[in-house]
């Protein structure tokens, strides 16, 4: 009884926030709103195995599938959650999303039959600041409901990317070629879930889905947080 009026006079004066609009949460709601849940840009790309995310691959890698949760839209709903996500500490919402987007995803062939999940690694200085790698709490998420390991001693890092910005998309992956690499896993991984968080041009994932290939894992399933056209 206590607890609960301690519970309620915490909540009056600290009220937990919806982390897509940022209004406070009424009782039975977590994380988000029920307007922000129900208005969510779900991509539903799980449902087409031709979506433009896996369009994206086509030609320059294989992947068995490739998926993310929502379209990232600049100035939409999407963009605060991911800044919440990335620059404000806020770890809890990766876990989150990446729950919500597996009890989608643990109806079908590819994910249930996932042995492991894989994350593409955070910059060490990025990692360092942040304080955790938001692609990786994402996969923590999706973990707990699939119930397979997150591991990470598998893709690793090898040197800094160049800046980015302002480059064409084959420019970039010159300058990125040759920054992962995967090491050989102890066990026989076969089946594996890949996860980036907002996903633009794919460079990055068709370089680690290339090194993850070269030591025999031979489906690799893409998901992603958000998806940017
Ligand atoms: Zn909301």
């Given at each position: 009884?206590?607890?609960?009026?301690?519970?309620?006079?915490?909540?009056?004066?600290?009220?937990?926030?919806?982390?897509?609009?940022?209004?406070?949460?009424?009782?039975?709601?977590?994380?988000?709103?029920?307007?922000?849940?129900?208005?969510?840009?779900?991509?539903?790309?799980?449902?087409?195995?031709?979506?433009?995310?896996?369009?994206?691959?086509?030609?320059?890698?294989?992947?068995?599938?490739a998926?993310a949760?929502?379209?990232?839209?600049?100035?939409?709903?999407?963009?605060?959650?991911?800044?919440q996500?990335?620059?404000?500490?806020?770890?809890?919402?990766?876990?989150?999303?990446?729950?919500?987007?597996?009890?989608?995803l643990?109806?079908?062939?590819?994910?249930?039959?996932?042995?492991?999940?894989?994350?593409?690694?955070?910059?060490?200085?990025?990692?360092?600041?942040?304080?955790?790698?938001?692609?990786?709490?994402?996969?923590?998420?999706?973990?707990?409901?699939?119930?397979?390991?997150?591991?990470?001693?598998?893709?690793f890092?090898?040197?800094?990317?160049?800046?980015?910005?302002?480059?064409?998309?084959?420019?970039?992956f010159?300058?990125?070629?040759?920054?992962?690499?995967?090491?050989?896993?102890?066990?026989?991984?076969?089946?594996?879930?890949?996860?980036?968080?907002?996903?633009?041009?794919?460079?990055?994932?068709?370089?680690?889905?290339?090194?993850?290939?070269?030591?025999?894992?031979?489906?690799?399933?893409?998901?992603?947080?958000?998806?940017?056209?």
């Open positions: 009884m206590i607890a609960t009026y301690l519970k309620d006079f915490v909540q009056l004066i600290f009220p937990e926030l919806c982390h897509s609009c940022g209004n406070s949460l009424v009782d039975g709601e977590q994380h988000f709103c029920t307007t922000c849940l129900y208005e969510l840009p779900y991509t539903q790309f799980h449902l087409d195995a031709e979506n433009k995310l896996a369009k994206q691959f086509w030609g320059r890698v294989h992947v068995k599938s998926v949760f929502l379209y990232f839209t600049k100035g939409g709903k999407v963009q605060n959650i991911m800044h996500l990335k620059y404000n500490k806020q770890p809890q919402i990766g876990v989150e999303l990446g729950r919500m987007y597996a009890k989608e643990r109806n079908h062939d590819h994910y249930q039959k996932a042995e492991a999940i894989i994350t593409v690694p955070l910059h060490p200085e990025k990692l360092k600041k942040r304080g955790y790698n938001q692609s990786e709490q994402f996969a923590l998420g999706l973990a707990e409901v699939l119930e397979i390991p997150v591991l990470n001693d598998i893709l890092r090898v040197k800094s990317a160049e800046s980015q910005t302002s480059k064409s998309r084959d420019q970039r010159d300058n990125i070629e040759a920054v992962f690499e995967a090491k050989t896993p102890n066990s026989t991984l076969k089946k594996v879930i890949l996860v980036d968080d907002t996903i633009t041009t794919g460079a990055t994932l068709e370089i680690c889905a290339i090194a993850l290939q070269n030591i025999g894992i031979a489906e690799i399933n893409i998901v992603g947080i958000a998806f940017t056209e």
